[in-house]
């Protein structure tokens, strides 16, 4: 491993994470107390209750930093920037249909992005290109577990990411967490999300063991 490669990755990813937290907090929907008491606002969906920023500090983070640490030096500067374009295309994508969400949310609000969102829409575009250039310059035949444990990591990622768990928490507690509106155990888009993913990510797997690499 490249740590001095290793170490800017990471650098990068928690300053673009840090940001994000840093707008939040001067947007007043960092959290609970400041979502009520300073935007007067009864539903929505605070920054440190958006599972996907967990995701991102324990799970995105280090694994962009590991892959570019293990596998930088072996991508030439034309294909980190076709990676970096397809990256930041699917990352402007996944960020339109943020726009479409009926509350105030962090990182969006009815038909726009707030300025946490334009941070995230960067951050996520850095990760898309360093897990797309993973998937297809796969370095070993040995590596192929290693991936399917990634693989693993991401499809948790997106189901954090998409609201499960706070699903689940007020499908249990709805007095408790009235203050978020959605209903993501019954949403075709979590779980399409989330389908979409383990299909990408174990089907790429599953097709470099079953060819043999």
């Not at 209903?183 to 979409?196: E, K, M, N, Q, V």
């Amino acid at each position: 491993m490249n740590m001095f490669y290793t170490g800017i990755a990471y650098v990068i990813m928690s300053y673009l994470f840090a940001l994000q937290g840093a707008l939040a907090i001067g947007n007043n929907m960092a959290t609970l107390h400041q979502m009520w008491n300073y935007r007067r606002l009864r539903e929505g969906l605070p920054f440190i209750w958006h599972g996907g920023m967990c995701g991102d500090v324990f799970i995105i983070t280090p694994l962009v930093a590991a892959i570019v640490g293990y596998y930088g030096v072996q991508w030439s500067w034309m294909q980190i920037g076709i990676a970096l374009v397809a990256g930041f295309i699917a990352s402007y994508g996944m960020h339109e249909t943020y726009k479409s969400v009926p509350w105030p949310e962090a990182h969006a609000e009815p038909g726009r992005l707030t300025d946490v969102g334009c941070i995230h829409l960067v951050y996520m575009g850095l990760a898309f290109a360093a897990l797309l250039l993973y998937y297809i310059r796969l370095a070993s035949p040995s590596e192929l577990g290693t991936m399917a444990a990634v693989s693993a990591l991401l499809v948790f990622h997106v189901t954090i990411g998409n609201h499960v768990v706070l699903g689940l928490l007020k499908s249990n507690y709805p007095t408790t967490f009235a203050w978020y509106p959605g209903d993501p155990l019954r949403s075709s888009g979590t779980w399409g999300a989330i389908g979409a993913t383990a299909l990408l990510t174990f089907g790429r797997t599953a097709w470099l063991a079953y060819r043999g690499y």
